[in-house]
């Protein structure tokens, strides 16, 4: 073999070497990119994962039963312009409980609609909307999926 030869050889290697190691070097960056960005989606939702509501019922202090919606925030931090959509029943409008401000750690009870009382059985959770204290709007609905809404 000659030295042309053998040279040549070189350079190919050489340069299939430098494609491969470019070739290499996107593909972790690519990874690592989305790492990245799973990560960032798992901090966004921390908050909004450790909200929760429900209805149940509660004794008043005057011995009757009543309905009363529980909003749990056991966040850190505060969430805001909290609703509950309740469902409507044929061609009404749809409303909602505006609850506003459930401070972090707390439990926040509001009184559920009168007629509920009729069909309740047992506790089960219901849809809420909020705010995240990053100003996200997040809904989480009565199976528990939460969802980021724009």
Known sequence: MDSDAVSAFADVFAAVGTVGAFLVGFLLLRREHHREAGRAEDERRAQAE??????ELIRKADGRNDLA????????MPIYDVELPLPARGDEETASEFVGLVPPGQTIQRSAPADWLRTYVEPEPVQIEFLDSAGRRWNRDEQGTLSRTD
């Open 50 to 55: 450790r909200i929760s509501a429900w209805v």
């Open 69 to 76: 919606f529980h909003i749990h925030n056991a966040s850190a």
